[in-house]
């Protein structure tokens, strides 16, 4: 049971925090992504890895699409928990993408033959999965916030 007690909620206002962290784990993600497609010889690898990045912003579409139009106009408060959640889900996906990748047979994916580039794409990889962990916790972070500053409606009180 949460005993935090609840801050008061305006309906219809924004909620900054969860979409400020939400906004920075997801662009800090493509940027990661993005460097480590430039990093890596160009190829199918470069297209995955910017790929990816592309992947980490859609995590904001659904902040976004409470911005424009009627019809996709979600509820401010509805947007940035909605927004964590698939940034959560996104990060678990990519760490699990990441860990096939590096523990796959013979040591990676590309089937590299030189020590350096092993240890070159097993650095990258390592600091990939890293920037997903501090995404999972931005996004858990981001519903945390979320949640404890939501009005709860309880007739009992």
């Known amino acids: 049971m949460n005993q935090q007690s609840r801050l008061p909620g305006r309906l219809g206002k924004t909620m900054p925090i969860p979409a400020g962290l939400v906004g920075v784990a997801a662009a800090g993600s493509a940027i990661a992504h993005v460097t480590a497609a430039a990093g890596t010889p160009a190829g199918v690898m470069a297209w995955w ?55 796959g047979p013979g040591g990676g994916h590309h089937g590299y033959t030189r020590r350096a580039s092993v240890a070159g794409h097993q650095a990258a990889m390592l600091t990939l999965i890293g920037v997903e962990l501090l995404c999972l916790l931005a996004a858990s972070a981001a519903l945390r916030i979320a949640r404890t500053s939501t009005p709860q409606l309880n007739p009992h009180h």
């Open 49 to 103: 890895m910017a790929a990816m990045g592309a992947a980490c912003l859609t995590c904001t579409a659904p902040m976004a699409c409470s911005l424009i139009g009627r019809r996709f106009r979600l509820c401010a408060r509805q947007a940035a928990p909605r927004a964590a959640s698939h940034l959560l889900a996104m990060s678990a996906a990519m760490i699990l993408i990441h860990l096939v990748l590096l523990l």
